[in-house]
């Protein structure tokens, strides 16, 4: 087996609540509870869940926007969660990252030139004129032409700003990209446009992607390992295959079953789950999904389930099936 | 340039008419009340460049044969108790005005925005002192402050417009910082941080750009505050000294003649008046041009 | 709640610690010596002197400032160095009459700029809206001193209809009771004075009403615009509700909340700020009060003043947070 | 399958915005009308003018900039287009009810959810005492599916999630019985999970009550899960309009089919999705010819200078495209639709 | 009489029985009600009408009359003085005025510290046991006799008995009320203190037991402080008062042309000047000094400022002081003349200065700004650049008492109409540091001065101060402008209003037609 390219180990965020007199901490907000996952080179991790789950702040950690409470972050034999704040910052040169909201993530006083050299004169590389050239090459690579460069962000639509935004993480060269709900905020069909082309890029450029939705469809379309999220912790981590024909966990299932299908002919057995995602500041006991599970036993509500392994390749945190091993 | 084809140029000049100012250009020469007051501040800028040429007097042509005439051909305006031209005068102060407006509030914006800035991006401790300070200077009464200000330097126009920019630091101080924390957060400042910047470039770069809106449109509005604050230092006898045509001053002045030569008191106040409503009405264009969202 | 109430008490310290140590310093970097104004223009250097030494001024300054502490925090704001009246006797005297004076403004501010503002914004763009706004502009635009002076000028000499200065008639004294006259009438009886108070307060309070008025206006009309885009607006139309509720209602509730900052903001300008129309209008309240001390250089006066401004100003702006809680149960300080 | 009658009839709609950057025609002339107990539903990108289309339906577009600029809309036979505001109020909420897209901000943060349903029931029923107004209230929010009704009456809406928030909305839009609902893309701000439940809710009531909705969604799943007849919108106009099965299994305009080509199945994993060229136009930035000529694979000389009218292409199914001008079929009355 | 009816919020209509009251507006708020104890004119006022002193002034000049001591008669070497009281007076507070009343209050002040009675101090030489202290002791002989015994003559001593700090207050009240008699005056005067707003209003009623037969006329006197002189013309204007102290004299006209008001004009006791300080170069030069005299056009700016109610001035005290010298020809208005003088001095192409302007106006000194500007003009017509220069009012005694000022504004109200009051006081280099603002130091003129404190012999006295005049003119520490002739305004139909020239003003006599 060969290496990951990203590890991940027991990766924690809280927030602390600060409240009273003399603002103490009144309690934790666990965005992201002990999470561990690895990617490997050239595939595509997809991560799902609702909103609130967690998705975002596990990825910004990958990058050190956020720092961790807890957990161990490896890229490329690096460490990245010991690393210096002038380390990290050179190893951003290697991640990048693509953010939901391609209007705000690009300075609006900027022009689509400047936004996308920028990344290039911040790590030193190449002078003026082959900064140029890179750029105008990279406009090309992502369906835009090198005119575009001069104009300013509010002149483009949603999927020419995502265009923009993927074009500005790949001006380095990276090996790995974070793509945080890339395609939420797009229509339909531009969403197919900005689909197909990382999807061309990756296959061109030998990126490896973390892609973060929570639009079942598009996860299943471009990954080729899923990991679903409940209330930040990572409650299912499988092959795209093996976790949409055969979900294990109980929340995976009421998801799948939840995702409404383009098709007025098809009839599925619905799981509709009742009430909603507790609150991640005071999270239930034992496993966080029991308050809505349809499969709830006693054992859940007090001992907190592990991510294991039930197949190959597919695990999954849950006393139904961990429970099943023990026996 | 000369060496750019046509055609380029012509491309030039197009793209460049997309950015965010020219926009705000645009959308400010929509509003025809923003207009206005631009042109009722050019009109002023304009007497005020031109005074020596305008007026048809200097500002202290003393002649006590003809004090406090009536306004008539001859003196548009009428005389004040030393026969000088009140219209005369009124042009010369427009000067007086306008360069305590632009300086106090340039003073104010440097001290301001240095302070809030650094307030807004190191936070903490820093962050609690530097905002404590505004806070004392807010809470305190803010023509007290100019007059203590002025107590201690003495009066005259430059500490008249040293005490202004001081009142009005924290204004612009809080502002900054609060568009610095607000910025901060925005997602392509975090993409910044994502691409491996340094915080300083991403103060300079980003930060401070897009804070500059806000401090464009308050200064605008500023200037005109600042404009009355001098005049009202003027008018308690704190402001520039005579003979200089300082309006609020003339309006002191002119208080005891308010029964019998109210021209000697009316037309100074229209003048401070004018250009006031000049800079306000430009700055509520500006602040609807390029900053829509933010509120007086 | 009252954990906020008190964590605020207790920011207020340093602020308030810090307002006395400028003001501390500003006053004696002041030129001119009390000792000078007390004795006048005749008085000789070795009176100057030895009235110096009688009032500590030859003290060092930390020693004076803390006697001076140590007096406020056994609640004692010093004494006049020049009539020797303790400053917490006479203060709220000229405290009241400039609330009296700065509460009647700020009640019409609020009321003729609360609607205008609201209407403005209902009829956007209409004439009413157009004329409102430049009016509303021209507002903040005037000289409050000439404003006064040409209100005086118009009601009090041309048109001789208004009192021109002070609070009442004094040939008919107010007893003072609360030291809010409006309130004393009632107090003492003497409803017959209501017209003569009410008379004194209409030309300064119109002056001093007029800018934050303006600003009132502004701010409701462009926190309406906003509200009233907002859908829970377009829910309360979509129910069926009438135009009127809708915006008296739903819109104004949520729109006040800005608004409302600045009416604190405002009010607190208006009792320090209000010294050139308590100048004009001859009005004995504590900005002028405050003036005088700093004309005669009569430190604890001024210490004390300019702390108890700063005082009930950042107290109104407390009170305003407060309120804000009140109208909006998202809000909640604990 | 039984006929219905068309309960709300829209004719030749056009509502434009005046802006500073010209006239913006956001709805176009469009024609459709709503069956008693059915539910029908809009779909488009973002800027279609589905918004637009229900809110002038309600007379809340915003004035200025916006203008109904012609078109009737019939409410049995009245034309709401012409009643005054008084009367227009009382269509409102009561007859005609609507649910917006944002739960979060719909709710007025400031009163109560009791205050707020109970403002809905009163300004209808004007004889009821407020006691029966909030029983009418509690039993609405318990119809759908609200936990703790009587506490929730005190609460206010940021005390509630966005789910509940939602079912308080619908509550509120049913509390006069309204012949019609319309509901403005109710689930796109919520979960899966939670959008389930309220889709769910919402057919539930249609069944139970006969209201029919007008339900307008930019995501085609829920088109197909929820409604029976669905109008595809494009740039202002309808370019398809028809049964649900037909349209979702037999698509006849370009842009539909190339909608519903593009669109990720959760089920299996296509290698590569079809992607519609181009950009969604802003209403009115097209002057001439066929909206989607511009992006449209099949678009030929006509297509770029005309602009095809609504094909009748069968009995129950209308698309706007030169392909299908031949194909028109004729129907008598277009009201009454077998389906 | 119907002296109330036209006031515009006039009370119950117009019965005779109705209480007349005046309102009296002016500048500021008294600082304390004891008269011994406060150094500013507006606490003599109205302590002027609620206590009385053992000797008056006249009634609109400073000669010498009867007050409490109804005679008094002084020995030959003026070391003794025995003063007759009048009896059968009583305080307001009911206890009797009598010759042990006297002698309290004397030895209160005498024996006070510091700055507690500057007044005391400084007219009497200090404190019991000082040096310069001249009462050597004031002892009653019987119930209303009192004697005073000097230390060594002094000419002024009765024009200093005259003055309002010296007016006796009830031993009883004092005692009782210790520190806070201030706010609690008890006199024998025609007037009794009934309340006090601070800034804003003080009111006193009149005495029922006034020793003086039929007066008061009026029932109450209240004092309001307007602190704007416009302002206070027009609460005159709109009736909201009777009385106006501090008129601008551009108001003068106004007021006079306004057929319900009439103006007083206060008879002149003052001097309003330009100083130049003679210790700084070029005003250390004598030539410099005259030719800024010559160079000033006193009657133009007599004319605009003071409206012309005032005189042109040419010494430094006014010609209704004993001793004036009026040969003296003053220095006419000669540019050419003050060009050569500056060319002899050596400044043929004039030089810079800094001219010191006054923030507030004053009696002897309306609009100190405007005269300022007025004297700029004239400066630079004999090519003197002159900058305008403004402090607030205490920083501007301060520094120019430190000498800071090249040339400043400044004037002088007499407090007892003697020329010691003036000269000595003015220019003396004992006062320098003090009153002296220019620091002008001549020691012959300090020899006469000193010479004429103590002779008692009115004609030598004012012999003497000719000849001070004399030298003073010649080197020509100041440019004197104006003894002005401060306005009041008042209701048409007041009467018996007569302003007093030390700007304190007796009341009683004051009725409403
Ligand atoms: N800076 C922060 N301070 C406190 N809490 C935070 C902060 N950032 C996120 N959270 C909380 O952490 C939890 C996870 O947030 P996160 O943004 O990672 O969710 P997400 O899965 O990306 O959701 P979405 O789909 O809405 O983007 C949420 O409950 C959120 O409220
Ligand atoms: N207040 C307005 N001023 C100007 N133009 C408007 C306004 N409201 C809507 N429009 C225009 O009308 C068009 C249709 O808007 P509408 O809100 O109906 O779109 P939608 O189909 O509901 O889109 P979405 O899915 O984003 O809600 C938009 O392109 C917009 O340009
Ligand atoms: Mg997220
Ligand atoms: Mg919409």
Same mark, same amino acid.
Request: aromatic fraction near 4%; charged fraction near 25%.
């Given at each position: 087996m060969t290496e990951p390219l990203l590890k991940v180990e027991g990766l924690k965020k809280y927030f602390p609540i600060k409240k009273g007199l003399l603002a103490r901490e009144a309690g934790h907000v666990k965005a992201v509870d002990d999470v561990s996952f690895e990617v490997y080179e050239g595939e595509t991790l997809g991560i799902v869940g609702e909103s609130g789950c967690g998705k975002s702040t596990t990825g910004r950690m990958l990058m050190r926007l956020l720092d961790p409470t807890e957990g161990k972050v490896t890229f490329n034999g690096r460490v990245l969660t010991e690393a210096s704040k002038e380390e990290m910052r050179k190893a951003r040169r290697e991640i990048q990252m693509v953010f939901q909201d391609p209007y705000a993530s690009l300075n609006p006083r900027h022009t689509i030139g400047k936004i996308l050299e920028e990344p290039l004169i911040v790590h030193g590389i190449g002078d003026a004129k082959e900064r140029k050239k890179k750029v105008y090459e990279l406009l090309e690579i992502v369906g835009l032409s090198s005119y575009h460069a001069k104009r300013y962000p509010h002149q483009f639509s949603g999927g020419q700003r995502q265009r923009i935004g993927i074009a500005r993480a790949l001006m380095t060269n990276p090996k790995l990209i974070i793509a945080d709900e890339p395609v939420s905020a797009l229509d339909v069909s531009i969403q197919s446009q900005v689909l197909n082309l990382m999807q061309d890029l990756q296959k061109d450029l030998k990126l490896t992607y973390i892609f973060i939705a929570h639009d079942l469809g598009v996860v299943r379309h471009i990954s080729d390992r899923v990991g679903v999220m409940y209330l930040g912790k990572m409650v299912e981590l499988a092959s795209s295959e093996g976790l949409y024909d055969k979900p294990l966990h109980p929340y995976t299932k009421a998801l799948l079953s939840a995702v409404p299908v383009p098709d007025p002919n098809f009839t599925r057995e619905q799981i509709i789950i009742k009430g909603d995602i507790p609150s991640p500041s005071n999270p239930p006991s034992g496993c966080t999904f029991h308050t809505r599970c349809p499969f709830k036993m006693d054992v859940c509500t007090q001992v907190v389930p592990k991510l294991e392994e039930v197949e190959s390749g597919h695990s999954v945190a849950c006393h139904l099936y961990n429970g099943e091993m023990q026996q | 340039m000369s060496e750019l084809a046509p055609k380029a140029n012509v491309a030039v000049k197009k793209e460049r008419e997309a950015g965010p100012w020219r926009e705000a250009w645009r959308s400010f020469k929509k509003s025809k009340v923003a207009l206005v007051g631009a042109g009722i501040v050019i009109f002023f800028i304009l007497l005020a460049i031109f005074a020596p040429w305008i007026a048809p007097q200097g500002i202290n042509e003393q002649n006590m044969s003809i004090r406090l005439q009536a306004p008539s051909a001859e003196h548009w305006l009428g005389t004040d108790d030393f026969g000088r031209d009140i219209l005369s005068r009124i042009i010369h102060g427009a000067r007086i005005s306008l360069w305590v407006g632009f300086f106090s509030v340039i003073g104010s914006v440097i001290v301001g925005s240095t302070l809030g800035i650094i307030a807004g991006y190191y936070g903490r401790w820093v962050d609690a002192i530097i905002s404590r300070i505004f806070d004392i200077m807010l809470a305190f009464p803010s023509i007290l402050l100019a007059i203590a200000v002025v107590s201690v330097l003495g009066p005259s126009l430059q500490n008249a417009l040293i005490a202004i920019a001081i009142i009005n630091i924290p204004n612009f101080g809080r502002l900054i910082r609060s568009k610095v924390l607000s910025i901060k957060e925005e997602e392509y400042i975090t993409s910044a941080k994502a691409i491996g910047m340094k915080d300083f470039r991403i103060l300079f770069s980003h930060i401070l750009p897009n804070s500059m809106a806000p401090v464009i449109v308050q200064g605008t509005l500023a200037i005109a505050t600042a404009i009355i604050e001098a005049a009202a230092l003027g008018f308690l006898g704190l402001g520039a000294q005579a003979p200089t045509p300082e309006w609020g001053k003339m309006l002191a002045d002119a208080r005891q003649y308010l029964i019998n030569a109210p021209w000697t008191m009316i037309f100074p106040g229209l003048a401070i008046m004018l250009t006031v409503l000049g800079f306000n009405l430009m700055g509520d264009g500006l602040r609807d041009a390029l900053d829509p969202k933010m509120k007086s | 709640m009252l954990h906020y109430i008190g964590r605020r008490l207790l920011q207020l310290i340093p602020v308030l610690l810090g307002m006395t140590f400028v003001v501390f310093m500003i006053i004696r970097a002041i030129p001119g010596d009390p000792a000078q104004v007390i004795l006048g223009q005749q008085a000789t250097k070795e009176a100057i002197e030895s009235l110096r030494a009688k009032l500590g001024l030859d003290n060092p300054w930390y020693v004076q400032y803390f006697d001076y502490l140590k007096g406020l925090f056994t609640g004692d704001l010093g004494e006049s160095l020049r009539t020797k009246v303790p400053v917490q006797d006479e203060i709220w005297q000229y405290l009241s009459a400039t609330l009296e004076l700065s509460l009647f403004a700020i009640i019409i501010a609020v009321i003729i700029g609360v609607n205008a503002g609201i209407i403005s914004a209902w009829f956007q763009n209409s004439w009413f809206d157009y004329t409102a706004m430049i009016l509303a502009l021209v507002g903040v635009s005037m000289p409050i001193f000439w404003l006064g002076l040409m209100l005086q000028w118009v009601f009090g000499i041309q048109l001789d209809i208004l009192p021109t200065t002070g609070r009442e008639e004094v040939r008919d004294p107010v007893q003072a009771v609360t030291g809010l006259y409006v309130i004393d009438i009632f107090m003492t009886g003497r409803l017959d004075q209501l017209g003569t108070v009410l008379k004194h307060l209409v030309l300064p309070g119109i002056a001093l009403a007029t800018i934050p008025m303006a600003i009132i206006a502004r701010m409701t009309r462009s926190s309406m615009l906003e509200v009233m885009r907002s859908d829970y607006v377009r829910t309360a139309r979509a129910k069926g509700q009438k135009m009127f509720w809708v915006v008296y209602k739903h819109a104004l509730k949520n729109a006040i909340i800005p608004v409302l900052t600045v009416i604190g903001l405002q009010m607190g300008l208006l009792l320090g700020g209000a010294i050139l129309t308590e100048t004009i209008f001859g009005w004995p309240g504590i900005g002028r009060y405050i003036y005088e001390a700093i004309n005669f250089r009569d430190y604890p006066v001024i210490q004390s003043g300019i702390l108890v401004v700063a005082f009930i100003f950042v107290m109104i702006n407390l009170l305003i947070d407060l309120l804000y809680s009140l109208i909006d149960p998202r809000i909640k300080y604990d | 399958m039984s006929e219905r009658k068309a309960i709300l009839q829209v004719k030749d709609l056009q509502t434009s915005f005046f802006t500073d950057d010209g006239v913006i025609p956001a709805v176009d002339h469009i024609d459709f009308s709503i069956h008693e107990g059915e539910v029908l539903g809009i779909v488009g990108e973002s800027g279609c003018g589905k918004s637009v289309t229900s809110l002038s339906i309600m007379g809340l577009v915003q004035s200025p900039p916006g203008k109904i600029t012609s078109g009737e809309i019939l409410y049995g036979n009245r034309d709401l287009l012409k009643l005054n505001e008084k009367e227009m109020r009382s269509v409102r909420g009561n007859e005609v009810a609507m649910i917006f897209q944002e739960p979060m901000t719909s709710l007025n943060p400031l009163f109560t959810i009791g205050n707020q349903l109970m403002e809905a029931i009163l300004l209808h029923k004007k004889d009821w005492s407020k006691a029966q107004a909030r029983n009418r209230a509690v039993e609405m929010m318990t119809l759908v599916g609200l936990p703790r009704a009587s506490e929730l009456m005190k609460e206010y809406p940021h005390q509630l999630s966005g789910g509940m928030r939602q079912r308080v909305m619908i509550a509120m839009s049913l509390v006069c019985d309204p012949k019609v609902l319309i509901a403005d893309e109710p689930t796109t701000a919520l979960d899966v999970t939670i959008q389930a439940q309220i889709l769910q809710l919402m057919k539930d009531l249609n069944e139970r009550l006969n209201t029919a909705v007008l339900l307008i969604t930019h995501d085609l799943g829920v088109v197909a899960e929820t409604c029976e007849r669905v109008i595809v919108m494009y740039a202002g106009q309808i370019v398809e309009q028809g049964p649900v099965d037909i349209i979702f299994k037999d698509p006849q305009h370009p842009y539909t089919k190339g909608l519903l080509q593009s669109v990720p199945d959760m089920r299996y994993k296509k290698q590569r999705l079809y992607s519609i060229p181009g950009n969604v136009p802003r209403p009115g930035?097209?002057?001439?010819?066929?909206?989607f000529a511009a992006r449209c694979e099949f678009a030929f000389d006509k297509c770029l200078t005309e602009n095809p009218d609504l094909y009748q292409t069968s009995p129950v199914h209308q698309t706007r495209c030169f392909l299908y001008e031949n194909e028109e079929v004729h129907v008598d009355d277009r009201a009454t639709v077998e389906s | 009489s119907s002296g109330d009816d036209d006031n515009a919020n006039g009370d119950n209509g117009g019965d005779s029985s109705k209480p007349k009251i005046l309102v009296f507006g002016r500048g500021g708020d008294s600082v304390s009600l004891d008269p011994a104890t406060v150094t500013d004119g507006e606490s003599f006022k109205v302590t002027k009408n609620v206590f009385e002193t053992l000797v008056n002034f006249g009634d609109q000049d400073t000669e010498i009359h009867p007050g409490l001591a109804k005679e008094w008669e002084a020995s030959d070497d003026g070391l003794t003085y025995t003063f007759t009281l009048n009896e059968g007076i009583k305080f307001h507070d009911g206890t009797d005025f009598n010759a042990d009343a006297v002698v309290f209050n004397f030895d209160r002040w005498a024996n006070g510290s510091g700055e507690d009675f500057y007044y005391y101090s400084s007219m009497f030489g200090g404190y019991k046991g000082d040096e310069g202290h001249v009462i050597d002791s004031v002892t009653a002989d019987g119930d209303y006799k009192v004697v005073f015994k000097l230390k060594r003559p002094q000419a002024p001593f009765l024009k200093n008995i005259a003055m309002s700090p010296f007016a006796i207050a009830s031993p009883a009240a004092v005692e009782e009320k210790g520190e806070a008699f201030g706010d609690n005056p008890v006199g024998t005067g025609p007037f009794k203190f009934v309340e006090w707003k601070r800034n804003d209003s003080i009111t006193i009623e009149k005495n029922e037991d006034y020793w003086q037969d039929g007066l008061p006329k009026l029932d109450k006197v209240i004092f309001r402080s307007i602190p704007d002189n416009s302002a206070r013309l027009n609460a005159l204007t709109t009736g909201e008062i009777d009385l106006a102290d501090g008129v601008n004299p551009a108001d003068g006209a106004t007021v006079e042309s306004n057929d319900e008001l009439q103006l007083f004009e206060r008879p002149s006791m003052n001097v309003g000047y330009l100083g130049l300080t003679s210790t700084r170069p070029p005003f250390d030069n004598k030539l410099v000094r005259q030719a800024i005299n010559h160079a000033i056009d006193k009657q133009a700016i007599v004319d605009a400022f003071f409206e012309g109610r005032a005189e042109v001035a040419?010494?430094?005290? /006014? /010609?209704? @002081?004993?001793?004036?010298?009026?040969? @003296?020809p003053g220095y006419d208005y000669d540019p050419a003349k003050a060009k050569e003088l500056l060319a002899e001095a050596g400044f043929p192409d004039g030089f810079e200065m800094d001219l010191w302007a006054m923030p507030v106006p004053r009696p002897y000194m309306p609009d100190g700004q405007k005269v300022a500007e007025a004297m700029q003009k004239n400066l630079a017509d004999v090519g003197i650049k002159a900058n305008i220069v403004s402090y607030e009012w205490a920083t501007y005694l301060e520094k120019a008492r430190n000498g800071e000022a090249d040339a400043f504004l400044l004037g002088w109200t007499g407090d007892n109409g003697d020329a010691d009051n003036f000269i000595y006081v003015l220019l003396d280099k004992d006062n320098i540091g003090s009153n002296n603002y220019s620091y002008y130091s001549n020691d012959e003129l300090h020899d006469i001065l000193i010479e004429a404190q103590s002779t008692v012999d009115e004609d030598a006295r004012n012999d003497l101060y000719m000849q001070a005049q004399e030298i003073i003119f010649d080197d020509a520490p100041w440019v004197p402008i104006a003894h002005s002739t401060p306005l009041l305004a008042g209701r048409a139909d007041i009467t018996g209003f007569l302003p007093h020239p030390t700007g304190s003003d007796k009341l009683e006599t004051v009725d409403f037609e």
């Open positions: - | - | - | 930035s097209i002057k001439q010819g066929c909206r | 040419k010494n430094p005290m /006014p /010609p209704v @002081i004993g001793g004036y010298n009026d040969d @003296i």
